[in-house]
């Protein structure tokens, strides 16, 4: 009797904790899966207390569609969260010839672990016109999008549709570069070289934008300790993270000649779950979408010189210790 007394006060205890909290996140998760989106993946898809995922929406860009369809569904089953549906989106960028990041993430998108095709398919119609019918049904300002990849989903949506804008309450980037050089050229970051263009039609739309580019997640950066950690949930989540970190993070220590990796797109998640983790400033951002070598730069005004509004938040810092810390704790919840 004591027990089950004791339990029932547990239980009300959690959710009159639960119930302190703001209302979760309405969210979508537009992605290009890739080891740091599929790291980033398991970390929403952990949280649904705080993310409501309405779906997940897949580009090509690491790889191609088809495996970024493939690599989501394949989050989606490793992490038990078959409930979520998945649409596959754009094929190819609005205008620039496609490019992929296989010297990154490997063929398939996913290196360090086998991949297979996942039981569940993939929902029925297309991202873009799944993007379309739900904002266009959304309260204003409802729903979060989370960009992990190029904009092209997105920029087709809004170029279909325009209004649709009014039902985004925030789109979350990551993205851009300035203070730390590109990544994939000298100034431009990939998924921005990816598809510029696609980047300039969601700024134009004047939706709420936050960037974390690499700025930032440049500073968050594995380590063995960090992955020992990890490694240290034990359980079959943070084992495929781990083996998939090791693979993933050997090109950029090499490259850049860093202690350890980034893992960008996480970066995006823990963000929307404790925003205090990470600060920056309101500046106006640009990109250029002009043939030649600054193709795919993101032009942010740190120090106001231009005098133009402020249309972006950029962040710059974050808590390096404190996204391994949040990422140990929600792998745990996973089988």
Request: hydrophobic residues 45%; aromatic residues 6%.
């Amino acid at each position: 009797m004591l027990k089950k007394l004791l339990q029932g006060a547990a239980l009300m205890a959690a959710v009159t904790t639960s119930m302190l909290h703001a209302a979760p996140h309405e969210l979508i998760i537009d992605t290009d899966p890739g080891a740091d989106d599929l790291v980033a993946l398991f970390l929403a898809m952990a949280s649904p207390g705080e993310l409501n995922i309405r779906a997940i929406t897949t580009v090509a860009g690491n790889v191609r569609l088809e495996k970024t369809a493939r690599n989501a569904r394949l989050a989606r089953e490793w992490a038990g969260r078959e409930d979520i549906p998945v649409y596959a989106g754009a094929g190819r960028p609005l205008v620039r010839v496609p490019i992929y990041a296989a010297e990154v993430h490997g063929e398939e998108g996913i290196t360090g672990v086998q991949v297979h095709e996942p039981k569940q398919g993939l929902a029925a119609g297309n991202a873009v016109q799944y993007l379309v019918d739900t904002l266009s049904a959304a309260k204003p300002h409802s729903i979060t999008i989370a960009m992990l990849g190029p904009q092209t989903n997105l920029a087709l949506a809004l170029i279909q549709q325009p209004g649709i804008a009014q039902g985004i309450k925030e789109v979350v980037v990551m993205g851009g570069a300035h203070f730390n050089g590109g990544n994939i050229t000298p100034v431009a970051e990939f998924n921005l070289y990816a598809d510029p263009h696609a980047a300039e039609v969601v700024l134009a739309s004047g939706v709420k934008l936050t960037y974390l580019p690499l700025d930032v997640t440049h500073k968050l950066l594995t380590s063995d300790t960090r992955l020992k950690q990890l490694s240290a949930v034990n359980n079959r989540a943070s084992k495929q993270v781990v083996d998939i970190l090791n693979a993933y993070i050997q090109h950029d220590m090499q490259l850049y000649g860093m202690p350890g990796g980034p893992v960008h797109d996480a970066s995006v998640i823990a963000y929307l779950l404790k925003p205090e983790m990470f600060s920056g400033r309101q500046v106006h951002m640009s990109v250029d979408s002009r043939e030649g070598p600054t193709f795919g730069q993101t032009v942010a005004d740190w120090y106001g010189v231009l005098k133009q509004p402020a249309n972006v938040m950029w962040v710059e810092e974050g808590d390096a210790q404190g996204l391994f810390d949040l990422l140990s704790e929600r792998l745990a919840r996973l089988p």
